[in-house]
């Protein structure tokens, strides 16, 4: 049993092993196989590679996952990567393209290759980027590479470079485009019938001569082209093609057909008969063209002619040719006349014989160079021709030499050509141009640029002037060179309102600014003017340009003006108007007084009481109008200070004896510090006293009650400076500069309540400068109070004192009776004045006016007259004259309310001896009787 077991293991032992033995020989022969396909494999791979090596186009293989494993050179060199380089990357990072139409990132093939599993190629126009920016056009395409199995394990991407292809594409497109623009111009066109099939096929010049459809034109029956031909040819074209194709190899024909739109065109048809080996006709191709503009030519030639030989006649023109090879004229009758007066015939050398000596050898050599066989020229001449009776008469003759072609000679056949009498045309351009020449010599001599153009804007001349204003020459200014001179940032809206001129006809006129010789730019006022013909058509522009700069200059200077005068009239509104309320003040408490008076009996004390008030307010009235006396004085320059060596101190102190009532009245309080020491000046004491009333009033007016005011004078260095300080409503700075112009009025100072005449400051600014002085204001605003500064020149030692002139009249003392007549229109002046000389003891008459005065005189006898200027019937004036054609001794003596130097002068030449501003006072007629009672004591 046990031996049974062995031998059943042992048999299933010997099974196994011989299993075994043939599992191992079938492996053995699968790897014999297999190294047999590896090494085939290996050399189909190396294979592969040395053809791809080879091969004209790129070639890039790629694994599965799209990484770069090999590049040929062409790819290698297209894509700017070697294969080592390359060899690993993804493919999109080699192959770059894009679209040659968007330029955007183009899809790459091998991708959608790889996802897809089938053959994909680019689209039309990419653009491949090499690695160095390079950039070409290419074709490709990307195929699976798949193993024994069917499995994709990578592509295959082939491409190559169009740039030729393209290049060469582009040249067929050119040459093809030249041929169709050339066939086009010509108006030929190309066909081709095969005879067998009843087929033409026609290009688009023949379709459109015939007019027929482009499917008709590819391809389509002969009938189609056939229906075409005007039914009056038809027969004849039949018959012409069937005997071309019987017998003959070519066909030339002409017909007419009849286009789409109907219009009737006139053609050329020539054709080549192809035939097979037979000797059958197969095709005839031929072309076509359109000769109907050169059949309308010769009936124009023809009508023209016609209408030639009518206009000559209608111009006066006549004609003539030459023939060369005989060398004999033949001319018409108007030739004949206008060369010898004479419509005989004339020949050659006769119609030479008639030309002018001075003119022949130039006519002569024009004849020459227009009929050379090498390089003709147009002939054309104007000359002088001798009439047999001694008359010349200018002609201009124009004609041209025919020649022709004999192989490489070339031949004159004729020389042809007309002539006019220009006589009455040269006359008139003999005077044109002299007018011509004057008008130039006019132009050169107006002060304004002055240029002409032609109708398109071209200027071709300017004057002198222009020349010498722009410091240009004739070449800057070529052409449109005018614009150089102009100023850039205006220079558009002028060339577009001359443009707009030059296209209406229409003139121009517009003020721009042109740049001078030195650099400089003025205002031109630019006028330019279309000169016509009888048809209205421009023949030439005639333009000027003004300097306005001084008519800008003085509209600006009017501008100023006006805006001055606007505010001195606004000014002076004001001023009148504060005028009328400074004269109301005092005369209210006047008007009160006189009427309180006839209520007052016996009451001497209270009658001198409201006769002082009456006095005062009557004294500020006079003051009030000396300050505007003053002011028009000084702005004539006709004030003369009465200047010494004086104190200011003493001036103060006058000053302080006017202005202190005022001060005190408000309730302010004074403070003054002018020193121990003499402050010595060469001035007018009255008037330095004057500009410190001014400054104390001013400041007292203006300060809230109760206030301070300050005073203070003192001497630093060369200068006496007085000081004028309130702790008033004050100034705003931009106030400050113009408190001193005449009737100014500060805001502040109108809505304080208080007001002047505007004239005050002006006046002491005014006096402090005939002074030879300063003055100026200071203020921190408005509620900081004002302060004014004056500064006079400290009188020098050794200083000329200037004399003062002497007064009019001394102070009167008691005189005796004097007969006085006083001569005044006005009822109140003249009854008011005769009781107070009554009052003086004088002996009084009185008379209403000139002519009045005249017979008062004569029977009064009076030894003074005062009498007014202005009084109707006669005049103040007017009667003095009278009186002192007779009477020289009477002391007479005006009375006016007009108190200016002019009026004193023309009252000293009428024969007064004296002038007291109204209103009179009682110490100028004291004055005046003084004088009197002197003269007749001396």
Known sequence: MADDSLQEQFDALKRQLAETQAQLTSLQNDLVARKSDVSHQLAENELLQVTLECIGDAVITTNEQGEVEFLNPVAQQLTGWSNDDARGKPLETVFVIQSEVTGLPAENPVSRCLREGHVVGLANHTILIAKDGRTFPIDDSAAPIRDHQGKVRGAVLVFRDVTERRQAEEAIRSARSRLNTTLAAGEIGTWEFDISSDRVDADQNMARIFGVSDESADGGPFSEFAAAIHPDDREEVAAKIAKALENDNSLEMSCRVINAEGETRWLIARGQVERDENGKAVRLPGVVVDITGERRAEQQLRVSESKWRLALEAAGMGAWNVDKRTNTLTSDSRFNMIYTGSPKQINLEQAYEAIHPDDRDRVRSLVARAVDRENPETYAAEYRVVHPDGSIHWVYAKGRATFEHYGSERSLISFDGTVIDITDRVQI?????????????????????????????????????WYQYTGTTKEDMLGWGWQSVHDENVLPKVLERWQASIKSGKPFSMSFPLRGADGVFRPFLTKIMPLLDQAGNVTRWFGTNTDISEQHELQEELRRVAAELSESDRRKDEFLATLAHELRNPLSPIKSATQLMRLIDNDPDQFRELSELIDRQVVQMVRLIDDLLDISRI??????????????????????????????????????????????????????????????????????????????????????????????IGIEEHELARVFEMFHQVKEKQQHGQSGLGIGLSLVKSLVALHKGSVEIRSEGVGHGSTFIVRLPVLVEGMETAKLPASGYEEAGNGRAVRVLVVEDARANRAILVRLLEKLGHTVEQAVNGLDGLDKVEAFRPEVILTDISMPMMNGIEMVRKIRETDQQTVI???????????????????????????VDIRDLERVFSELLDHEAK
């Open 429 to 465: 351009q003999e005077k044109l141009r002299e007018s011509e020449t004057q008008f130039r010599q006019l132009a050169d001599a107006i002060s304004q640029l002055a240029w002409m153009a032609d109708p398109d804007g071209h200027i071709y001349w300017y004057n002198d002037r």
């Open 635 to 728: 702005s004539l320059g006709k004030i003369e200070l009465k200047t010494e060596a004086c104190d200011v101190r003493s001036a103060i102190r006058s000053a302080l004896e006017s202005a202190t009532p005022l001060i005190e009245n408000l309730g302010h309080r004074l403070h003054v510090d002018i020193g121990e020491s003499p402050l010595l000046v060469q001035g007018d004491s009255t008037r330095l006293a004057q500009i410190l009333i001014n400054l104390l009033n001013n400041a007292a007016k203006y300060t809230e009650q109760p206030g301070d005011i300050w005073l203070t004078a003192k001497q630093e260095g060369d200068e006496v400076v007085v000081s004028v300080r309130d702790n008033g």
């Open 893 to 919: 003596v005006a009375m006016s309310g007009y108190g200016q130097a002019t009026d004193r002068e023309v009252a000293n030449a009428a024969g007064f001896n004296g002038y007291i501003v109204k209103p």
